[in-house]
């Protein structure tokens, strides 16, 4: 931990937090505000000429089957928060919320970089391809036995089958609740889909205005297209994503030998008929003539008031309710040894890069720092633990300069077996015991605190395992 001052009586963190805190109205407004608003990115892959080779082979189903499997588990590793939405034919499509500009940047590079090396492997085995859409939405959530919420929404989320139901045959793989979207920029992503090729990830106009803002941009303008029911019948910017240095190859020199035969884009690229778009006013004038800014600004605003990701700090938007972080410091006897674990954050986290640290909460809503812990440990590193104490208490600074408040709990580990941890925020755990504590020396925070913590932690479950022994 960053600790500017340890208090080490509990109470005088809880009425600072406290303090913090909005009043009750204005939390309340904010929340509902977010909660009726949010914008998902969605990344579609779908399979070329796949009919054909179903057609060929009669193991087809295997064989397939494993790539979209494959698909799902690379996403989940590189995009921890993203779903399956649905199943189409041989098309499989994930739908992920984002909270920045950053995170569409890295998302549709993510997803990129998956269509390709997958479809390398699909092609040297098994003569196919993949090709992938990428599109961006604003949403509002909505239910069926409620008034329309807001009417501004062009595009709506909602639960697709009653809270109880209990048909789980027909929610989609791997999904704990179903949810469907509608929409005119929903509908956007599956009408331009058929402009991709194989190999190739299309993106749409929204994606493109946030990706047009240097030079390196991975974006080329294709072609116009008029398409049914989009934009008023006025022609679409066909729009691909490509990135050289992944390849080491220009847009040209990927092309097969033979592609521009039958492919009217490869053909215009062939010629050099194809815009790089290097500049974000190439795509701001297409919107604005199609009337389309509308959405862009919805975004950004949201991206604005919304700080999960980035730490903004925002006057009278969600920065300004009380951020309250909780420690658990996990420990487990192991045959004769005692040992704690810790986890490394990852080299993108804008706090503390490459930090070794124990896992970390933020408390939410009515719930109490244990059920807080033992739910978020469960989910973001696969422990199953119970909080036994509050040990100590911390504060740190973010980097816009806000004192943000913990609370550090022992807790015991009671099946580590399935260890899952989140890669998007660590890139490595160890379990350690307490003469190997002084082998780390990059640890989160100043002045050897999260040793001290960590040395009063073992010393207190050192005492509690000695006890049970005794009784």
């Not at 979209?68 to 588990?73: E, P």
């Not at 550090?408 to 504590?437: P, T, V």
Request: net charge neutral; with cysteine.
């Amino acid at each position: 931990m960053n600790g500017e001052s340890m208090i080490h009586n509990i109470e005088d963190l809880l009425e600072e937090v406290k303090k913090a805190a909005p009043k009750k109205n204005e939390a309340k407004n904010i929340e509902k505000k977010d909660s009726m608003e949010k914008v998902y990115m969605f990344i579609s892959y779908d399979m070329v000429n796949s009919v054909a080779y179903k057609t060929r082979h009669k193991n087809w189903i295997n064989q397939i089957w494993n790539y979209y499997t494959q698909l799902n588990d690379l996403i989940k590793a590189k995009i921890t928060m993203a779903k399956i939405w649905k199943t189409l034919g041989d098309e499989i499509i994930f739908f992920v919320p984002v909270y920045s500009k950053d995170e569409i940047e890295k998302y549709t590079k993510y997803a990129y970089e998956i269509l390709i090396e997958q479809n390398d492997e699909m092609r040297k085995k098994l003569k196919l391809s993949f090709k992938s859409t990428v599109w961006l939405a604003s949403v509002c959530e909505q239910s069926f036995d409620e008034e329309l919420k807001n009417e501004k929404c062009n595009n709506i989320i909602f639960d697709k089958y009653e809270e109880g139901d209990k048909n789980e045959v027909l929610r989609p793989y791997n999904f704990e609740k179903s949810v469907d979207f509608i929409g005119e920029d929903i509908d956007i992503g599956f009408r331009i889909s058929k402009f991709s090729r194989k190999r190739r990830m299309i993106v749409d106009a929204n994606i493109s205005y946030f990706l047009s803002d240097d030079k390196s941009s991975n974006l080329y303008l294709i072609d116009y297209k008029k398409i049914k029911g989009v934009w008023n019948e006025r022609y679409y910017p066909i729009i691909w994503y490509y990135e050289e240095d992944f390849k080491n190859k220009t847009l040209k020199e990927s092309l097969y030998y033979d592609e521009h035969f039958f492919c009217e884009f490869s053909n215009k690229i062939k010629k050099g008929e194809v815009v790089k778009i290097d500049e974000k006013e190439q795509i701001e004038k297409i919107l604005e003539d199609a009337d389309k800014m509308e959405t862009i600004k919805r975004i950004e605003e949201y991206f604005k008031r919304n700080t999960k990701k980035r730490g903004d700090t925002v006057p009278g938007k969600r920065s300004e309710i009380a951020e309250v972080h909780c420690v658990a410091l996990c420990l487990k006897k192991n045959d004769n040894r005692i040992e704690a674990f810790v986890v490394k954050r990852s080299k993108d986290r804008y706090r503390f890069p490459k930090k070794w640290e124990f896992g970390c909460a933020q408390l939410k809503g009515n719930e109490t720092f244990e059920e807080r812990l033992e739910e978020e440990y469960n989910k973001r590193f696969g422990l199953k633990i119970k909080v036994l104490e509050p040990i100590n208490s911390y504060f740190f600074k973010d980097r816009n300069g806000r004192k943000i408040p913990g609370i550090i709990f022992l807790a015991e580990i009671k099946d580590s077996n399935k260890i899952d941890i989140d890669k998007e925020k660590y890139e490595e755990y160890r379990f350690i015991s307490k003469d190997e504590i002084n082998t780390i020396d990059n640890w989160i925070g100043e002045e050897n605190e999260s040793v001290k913590n960590l040395e009063k932690a073992f010393c207190i479950f050192e005492k509690m395992v000695s006890g049970k022994a005794e009784n």
